[in-house]
């Protein structure tokens, strides 16, 4: 089948999904995840095919452990597909009504955006997570993995459309697109066929389909997520919530990656933390007065305060206050997520109100910038621009409105 066949059979589907009610979306998704959990063979003898072609070729640790399933992630995957289906239903929700004068009840109203493309990289649970969420919000879905999880891909969503078949429901709700570069450009210059398109993945992929597409983007932006141990910082907690930033899963975009720590605190914080963050296997690259006070600090290079390591490296800065540490901000944020651990509420407002970001955090992880945490459910992805959706998008951010109006035969007087 052709890109074209494809988006216009996701299309077809897209107006029965339109139509589908709670119960009937809910069911799909109680299925597909009946099909994965009996797949999951299956699924985890593609991905052992996909790493093991991935370490042939050089693949990084941090991008295997982002291709890597386990007999426990498609479980998540799975149980994620329900979590959505105990979820509301975004379409049909009234944002807001109103009468006029003449007596027309006008009512603004949740609904499905149509097809929605998301091109990825390396992540195969994304492909359960996305295809829910279309899904539960109505949508069809055209999703573009990347090579390196090919089989992973083709197994998941081979599972996903025998769970749609088997709930009555057209199986092109949900496709996989294959192909080479050729078929992310068809996918780009879509418009009419594919109504938004979602990139996930490294800056090169977000930039080229943010800049080469005719098709309308949501701009899933790097994470280059920044902590600031402020002066009135309490050290055992920004010890914990560093280490747990960090390390706890340090290839994902809401994982720490630079720690700014203010002059005032320098010379008890820094090797504190340099010496917590080195046992637990981390690299910590620093400015001239990092490695003055910790000589493990290894000298940043040229553009390191700009990196998304995606790895068991972190960057480190002193900086003289807490207007500096704003300023390096702004400077080098990818407008993700930003973090302060400080006791001073006057310094939380500051940086609360200063810091331009998707999320901002006051003496908790970076960690907790997720769909799931925020209780949305799986999530799509986290957005960082500032346009119909910001942060992480789950179920309404995967919607539109339409004003529908009912009136009892008024007509415009002037």
């Not at 216009?8 to 799909?28: P, W, Y």
């Not at 993995?145 to 998941?156: D, F, H, I, K, T």
């Not at 995606?310 to 702004?330: N, Q, R, T």
């Amino acid at each position: 089948m052709t890109f074209q066949e494809q988006a216009r059979a996701a299309k077809a589907a897209s107006t029965v999904l339109r139509r589908l009610d709670r119960a009937g979306k809910d069911a799909a998704l109680a299925a597909m995840a009946v099909r994965l959990r009996e797949s999951t063979g299956e699924v985890l003898a593609a991905n052992a095919a996909d790493l093991e072609r991935g370490r042939a070729s050089g693949m990084t640790e941090g991008l295997q452990d982002r291709l890597r399933l386990t007999a426990e992630r498609v479980e998540g995957m799975a149980a994620g597909l329900e979590s959505l289906a105990a979820l509301g239903d975004p379409i049909g929700e009234v944002v807001r009504g109103w009468n006029t004068d003449q007596g027309v009840r006008i009512e603004q109203v949740r609904v499905p955006l149509g097809v929605i493309g998301i091109i990825y990289e390396a992540r195969p649970n994304v492909t359960a997570d996305a295809a829910g969420i279309c899904l539960k919000s109505g949508n069809a879905s055209l999703l573009r993995g990347s090579s390196s999880a090919l089989e992973s891909n083709r197994a998941v969503i081979r599972a996903l459309r025998s769970g749609l078949v088997d709930a009555g429901q057209p199986a092109d709700a949900v496709n996989l697109v294959e192909g080479g570069h050729e078929a992310t450009q068809e996918m780009m210059g879509a418009r009419g066929l594919v109504d938004l398109l979602i990139p996930r993945g490294g800056a090169g992929l977000i930039n080229a389909v943010v800049s080469g597409s005719s098709v309308p983007v949501i701009e899933t932006g790097t994470g280059n997520c920044h902590l600031v141990v402020d002066s009135s910082a309490d050290l055992d907690m920004a010890e914990a919530i560093v280490l747990n930033a960090k390390t706890q899963r340090p290839s994902v975009c809401n994982a720490l990656e630079t720690v700014l720590v203010l002059r005032d605190v320098a010379e008890s914080a820094v090797p504190r933390l340099v010496g917590a963050l080195t046992d637990a296997g981390v690299t910590v690259h620093g400015d001239e007065r990092s490695v003055a006070l910790d000589a493990a600090v290894v000298p940043a290079g040229p553009g390191e305060y700009d990196a998304e390591y995606l790895s068991m490296d972190l960057a480190m800065k002193v900086v003289d206050d807490l207007p500096a540490a704003l300023e390096h901000i702004a400077e080098h944020s990818s407008g993700h997520s930003e973090t302060i651990v400080t006791g001073s509420l006057e310094a939380a407002r500051t940086f609360q109100e200063s810091v331009d970001a998707a999320a901002v955090l006051v003496n908790c992880s970076s960690r907790f910038v997720d769909g799931g945490e925020f209780g949305f459910g799986a999530e799509i992805g986290i957005s960082t621009q500032k346009m119909h959706a910001r942060g992480p998008m789950g179920l309404t951010e995967m919607t539109s409105t339409s004003y529908r109006l009912v009136g009892t035969g008024q007509v415009r007087l002037g």
